[in-house]
């Protein structure tokens, strides 16, 4: 076997019984990543270098004899700031961005002694569900080439899916860990809103904002929030929450757990083959002790205009200091407005340009109280469905996509179908909540399919029980594409 079919708790059992060592586990993961990279295109920068030095214990803070994480190789989505190494969020805006700092959660990694291979593809500034939207390349599903692996963080998951790291980082606006983990059968796990710091994270919404694992197993996500979790001064909405040991969630059965089907979230027209996987997972968590309950999130039908409004309002005010003076790209101009213009035209893509244009309307003057203000109130409600849901069950359970891996430039044109595709995934985002995609079974052409669990607040012990529980009791979790 090689050792780039591993994930994070294989090879430290590797590591630790000194069958391998940092550098030969490396070897192993870059000889894959030299094979699969032309056809996957899951990274736009590789830190070759770099991670020899860090596998060597080069970079010096002896984490690679003490750390949790010593000699893994991981890949980090390029939108989290790795200081010295290039951070583009797949932007012209940022393609020469070389941060002066280091994001809180690789500073954690590093201190734990991962190892970074390389920063992984992302639709522009993590804007988009297909990793279409990159400036640099769209990025390859494993599974079947011609489809797209999801995103934004399509990368993070196509380098996992296809064992070219061991496990990676990707960042959660309304989807973008869970969705690309489900349709790259892998898991993706999106922690409370505040339970991970986003310092360093290139800011998208920030009101919806997460960081969060994408691995081969519910396990590696749990060692890896132990890692990334709690508070950071340097990060106000980081939350002052104890944070437990995740691992020990992982192993425990569920006998009486409540899980919520909701009746919103299985509707007539989706996906047969989606549907009936999910089902089958449902059916299979009864059989492992859990009792399924029907509940209603009503509010579910608002949810995708709730979104394109916040979070496309909260884009056009972050954007805002991509100006050309700052840092990052700058086009020429006759004065300084010329400037802006011409920077963030020559900058900016077809879709961040829709949604700058779209959140400034939203907020403008005399409209404002009509979008944003009404998007809040209705996320207040979306929130309270959850609320009441939570009072009769202990975790909820749906599909993560309503559909399989689409074909590369199927919804391209139509930004409408794309948003459609955020579905199942953007309330959890706009209530706050933690939720984890795990694969439940693939369609007839073998594409993958995801179950999502969706917690309580700061209850990522939950969902952690039941996805191991779940994946423990399958095999969908080995299968690998070719
Ligand atoms: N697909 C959603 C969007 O385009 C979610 C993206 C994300 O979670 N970063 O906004």
Redesign the pocket.
């Known amino acids: 076997m090689e050792l780039s079919e591993l994930g994070i708790e294989g090879l430290k059992d590797v590591l630790d019984r000194g069958e391998a060592t940092p550098a030969m586990v490396l070897d192993s993961f870059f000889r894959r990543i030299d094979s699969a990279q032309e056809k996957v295109k899951a990274f736009v920068t590789l830190s070759r270098e770099q991670a020899y030095k860090m596998a060597s214990g080069a970079c010096g803070t002896g984490a690679l004899d003490t750390g949790i994480l010593a000699g893994i190789p991981m890949a980090i989505k390029d939108n989290i700031c790795t200081k010295a190494i290039k951070t583009t969020c797949s932007s012209r805006m940022l393609e020469n961005f070389i941060p002066p700092y280091e994001s809180t959660v690789t500073s954690r990694l590093s201190d734990a002694g991962y190892v970074l291979v390389g920063k992984t593809n992302l ?1 522009e500034f ?4 297909s990793t279409e939207n990159s400036a640099f390349f769209t990025t390859r599903n494993p599974w079947d080439l011609d489809r797209i692996p999801g ?2 963080s399509g990368g993070s998951a196509a380098a996992v899916c296809a064992g070219m790291c061991a496990a990676a980082l990707g ?6 860990i869970r ?1 690309p983990a489900s349709l790259c059968g892998v898991v993706g796990l999106k922690p409370t809103y505040g339970r991970v710091s986003r310092y360093g994270l290139v800011a ?1 919404a920030s009101s919806l904002d997460q960081i969060g694992p994408i691995t081969k197993t519910v396990k590696d996500a749990a060692i890896l929030l132990n890692v990334i979790a709690g508070r950071d001064p340097l990060d106000s909405t980081s939350a002052p929450m104890p944070v437990p040991d995740f691992t020990k969630a992982a192993g425990m059965d569920i006998k009486g757990i409540r899980v919520g089907i909701p009746r919103e979230y299985f509707i007539p027209g989706m996906d047969k083959e989606v549907e009936g996987a999910v089902r089958a997972a449902i059916k299979q968590l009864e059989a492992l002790g859990a009792v399924p309950v029907e509940v209603s999130l009503p509010h579910t039908a608002y949810a995708i205009a709730t ?1 394109y409004i916040l ?1 496309t309002s909260e884009a056009s005010s972050n954007l805002a200091r991509y100006d050309g003076v700052k840092y990052g790209f700058r086009a020429g101009g006759k004065d300084l407005m010329e400037t802006y213009m011409n920077t963030r035209a020559e900058g900016f893509g077809p879709e961040v340009k829709r949604r700058i244009m779209l959140g400034t309307y939203a907020l403008s003057s005399g409209y404002y109280e009509a979008y944003y203000g009404r998007a809040q109130q209705v996320r207040t409600l979306i929130k309270k469905d959850f609320e009441e849901a939570f009072k009769s069950v202990d975790i909820i359970a749906t599909p993560t996509s309503p559909t399989p891996a689409f074909k590369v430039g199927e919804k391209a044109a139509d930004p409408l179908q ?2 459609l ?2 579905i199942f995934t ?1 309330s959890i ?1 706009l209530a706050g909540l933690p939720g984890i995609s795990v694969p439940c079974g693939f369609t007839g052409g073998n594409l993958p399919i995801g179950l999502q669990l969706i917690g309580r607040h700061f209850d990522e012990e939950t969902v952690i029980r039941v996805a191991h529980a779940y994946e423990q009791s399958t095999d969908w979790h080995k299968r690998r594409p070719g």
Request: charged share 15%; proline share 0%; glycine share 18%.
């Open positions: 639709d993590a804007m988009g569900s995103g934004s960042s959660d606006t309304g989807g973008s969705q998208f979104y979070a794309m948003y595709s955020d953007i985002n």
